[in-house]
């Protein structure tokens, strides 16, 4: 099938060129006309539900309200901010802002609720906070918050703004910066590893420029379903990632078996025809493995994961049509052409010979090879049995970039405010929330959740709405809240608009405990349990520390599932693909070792904080599932380009030691200047600004050159040797399956006579402007 696909390519090259083009064009029309990415969400958490409640309570979104900390500490003014002089400069700055349509309020020190202005003015330092709340849903306010941000402006104090919506937009432009940076280094040196392996200039240019086709078309479909669905910012850095590395990769393997087929002494067409059966083949099962590691993302419904696996899906799946279609209309354009533009005469010398060297050593001694090899992959992976996973927040962007400054500016001048709140709600069934008997289970809620932190040696504090220096009696709680005092009667007022909807009411637990602490996850564990009941009310906590559980949680529930899918899925393609049980069983479990590999230098490097100067924290939820599923899919690239040579030799031969040495002869080179690229591509991305980015590129980096070198030249010759015939097993049932699915391809190679120059060197080939050996395209 697959070589027919290339003989109708070969025939209809321009149309299809033709049509690559139209796609191009459309894939840039969609880019122009933007996205509507979010931050990443995941429904149906009781962290969630929290967020939904305060909301109704607000009736806005909470996140939709950020800080603006003003500071006088320049030449223009400065004065303490409890002086006229800094209030009025204050006020001037937020004046545009009063009359914004955008805006729905502003609070200052001036009109904010009596019980919140002494948080909000810091006189010795200068400095004084104004709330600021977007109106819309978050993705509508996240839209419009450049153009309000822009509009705050001081000549006399310095602005500094912080919150959800600051770190949302300073996120996106910061990923943008990294998809840009990591782009424009990736693709040089990708360009520069296909120039050292192909020699020429055309042939090393072909997959940069299908990978870049891959990557804005996916780009394009992922920006055109976000506004449709809920689609995380970062999810475009990692379809650049992989799609960037896979379409490069497929390309290599295509443009390097056409060149070998020509070697060969075949005409064009013929060579189009077998390079599509061949490396197509090894292309179409890789991108299929690749994908299923992507299609175990749907698995996480509900989430930002599961867009996240429908976009890397479209992008694989883009790279694998053009590698199919696109690359081989191009290759039979440029025919003889395809040699053009030779930067060096020959290749390096005896390379195939030190690959068959290297098998033949390992497998001399595979025991003695396998068993230090698989000890140091799981040395590596210890670190990962501490891992602790946590949501991104503002922490994640550099100290440079606004809202992390904000962050800072809070902890320094108004250190409350920067205080990982924990926000619990009371829900009722009914309305009115705020009964005696209802106020009183509020009281006992409260003192309860009090009382957690004293006896854990926590500084907590509570906050509801008439909570003071003097505390209540539970008697005098319900008094004041019910019938307070004329003197007070204002203050409860305005502290009930904040606190007290139709059916819930909002509690604040203040904690010194950084969010991703255990101390901060065991106060939230103990505020839900045992007391999930007080009266008719259930209790719910929200937070991000409460996030971060829930997220873990909800992660660690889908993840057997998904695992177990990409698991199978990859040994039923890998068993359709070779036809043995053997086969597939062992690269599941050396992808699994090597994975393990670098999720232990993951937490090696980004929780613990050990090197290059990164800032502990806990690693995102995503990050180690993405990393699996992706992992484990990009490892069947190198696992399927070396085993079918392998198998093709052995289909010749029948003799397993010689058919793998042959076959690491003819892919190790190959296999490790793909792992050049890929590793080139992913470590630009390591090198980004958001950490997410950089633990995903560091990760994949990694674990793709511990695949290529440790697994595939040590782990694969020496199970191979171990193994013997037995890694081409099958029993009966399953081989006479495979052959009415019209799979079984072993009387393709019974005439078949190895290639006298496997590398596929052009220099030995007559590569003028004559006629092409066997008929010129």
């Not at 793909?674 to 633990?695: C, E, N, T």
């Amino acid at each position: 099938m697959l070589s027919r696909l290339g003989t109708l390519v070969y025939r209809r090259r321009w149309l299809v060129l033709v049509v690559s083009g139209i796609f191009l064009t459309l894939a840039l029309a969609m880019l122009t006309r933007g996205s509507e990415l979010t931050t990443p969400t995941i429904r149906d958490l009781e962290s969630e539900q929290v967020q939904k409640a305060v909301q109704s309570v607000l009736g806005h979104p909470m996140d939709t309200t950020f800080v603006a900390i003003f500071v006088a500490d320049g030449p223009g003014l400065n004065v303490d901010s409890r002086d006229q002089a800094f209030h009025d400069a204050m006020e001037a700055a937020l004046e545009p802002l009063r009359s914004d349509p955008a805006v729905l309020e502003v609070i200052t020190p001036s009109n904010a609720p009596t019980f919140l202005v002494a948080g909000m003015v810091n006189g010795p330092a200068h400095a004084a906070l104004a709330y600021i709340t977007v109106g819309g849903d978050m993705k509508h306010a996240a839209k419009v918050y450049p153009e309000v941000r822009a509009r705050l402006r001081s000549r006399e104090l310095a602005i500094t703004c912080t919150g959800q919506l600051p770190f949302t937009s300073d996120l996106d432009h910061a990923l943008e910066h990294d998809l840009l940076h990591a782009e424009l280094l990736s693709l040089p040196l990708a360009l520069l590893v296909l120039l050292w392996v192909f020699r020429t200039v055309v042939a090393a240019v072909l997959p940069v420029g299908v990978g870049a086709l891959s990557v804005v078309g996916g780009i394009a479909v992922v920006f055109a379903l976000s506004r449709h669905m809920d689609i995380a910012s970062f999810t475009v850095n990692i379809c650049s990632l992989i799609g960037t590395g896979v379409a490069i990769d497929y390309s290599l393997f295509t443009v390097s078996r056409y060149r070998e087929e020509l070697a060969r002494g075949a005409s064009y067409p013929d060579a189009l025809a077998r390079t599509v059966a061949t490396a197509g083949r090894v292309v179409l099962f890789s991108g299929l493995a690749v994908a299923t590691g992507f299609g175990g993302l749907l698995f996480f419904e509900g989430s930002y994961l599961s867009a996240l696996g429908m976009g890397g899906g479209i992008v694989v799946t883009l790279s694998v049509v053009f590698a199919l279609t696109f690359l081989p209309a191009l290759l039979a354009v440029l025919g003889p052409r395809v040699h053009a533009g030779k930067i060096l005469r020959r290749a390096p010398a005896g390379g195939g010979r030190v690959w068959h060297a290297m098998a033949t050593w390992v497998m001399r001694r595979p025991v003695t090879v396998l068993v230090p090899t698989l000890a140091v992959l799981l040395f590596m992976g210890t670190p990962f049995q501490h891992l602790r996973m946590g949501a991104p927040d503002v922490r994640v962007l550099p100290s440079s970039v606004e809202a992390r400054r904000g962050f800072e500016l809070l902890r320094k001048h108004f250190p409350e405010q920067a205080q990982n709140r924990i926000l619990v709600v009371l829900q009722f069934p009914s309305s009115p929330a705020l009964t005696s008997e209802r106020i009183g289970d509020l009281y006992d809620a409260s003192r309860y959740i009090a009382t957690l932190g004293a006896q854990r040696g926590q500084h907590v504090t509570v906050r509801s709405m008439v909570d003071g220096d003097q505390p209540l009696s539970r008697e005098d709680y319900q008094t004041v809240l019910l019938n307070p005092p004329p003197l007070y009667a204002p203050i409860v007022e305005e502290a009930k608009k904040l606190s007290v909807g139709d059916h819930d009411i909002l509690l604040t637990v203040l904690t010194d405990a950084p969010p991703e602490s255990t101390e901060a996850r065991e106060l939230v564990h103990d505020i839900r349990s045992p007391h999930r009941r007080w009266g008719d009310g259930t209790l719910l906590v929200g937070g991000q520390t409460a996030h971060d559980i829930d997220a873990s949680e909800y992660v660690a529930a889908r993840t057997p599932r998904a695992v177990g899918f990409v698991v199978l899925v990859t040994l039923v393609t890998l068993f359709l693909l070779f036809g043995s049980i053997v086969i597939p069983v062992k690269a599941v479990l050396m992808n699994i070792v090597s994975i393990a590999g670098s999720f232990g230098a993951l937490v090696y490097v980004f929780q613990d904080g050990h090197i290059f100067g990164i800032e502990p924290r806990p690693v995102e939820p995503s990050v180690p599932v993405l990393l699996f599923c992706v992992l484990f899919g990009l490892s069947m690239d190198y696992e399927v380009l070396m085993l079918s040579r392998i198998r093709e030799s052995y289909l010749e031969s029948r003799d397993n030691t010689a058919a793998v040495a042959d076959g690491l002869e003819k892919t190790a080179g190959l296999i490790t200047s793909a792992a050049a690229i890929m590793v080139a591509v992913f470590g630009s991305f390591a090198l980004a600004q958001i950490v997410i980015i950089k633990a995903v590129g560091f990760g994949m980096a990694l674990a793709v050159a511990l695949d290529a070198t440790l697994v595939r030249v040590l782990l694969v010759p020496a199970t191979m040797r171990l193994f013997g015939d037995l890694n081409w097993w099958a029993p009966a049932p399953l081989v006479a399956l495979r052959r009415v699915l019209g799979l079984d391809d072993t009387h393709h190679h019974s005439s078949v006579r190895p290639s006298p120059t496997p590398t596929g060197d052009p220099d030995r080939m007559n590569t003028k402007d004559e006629p092409s050996p066997r008929g010129n395209p």
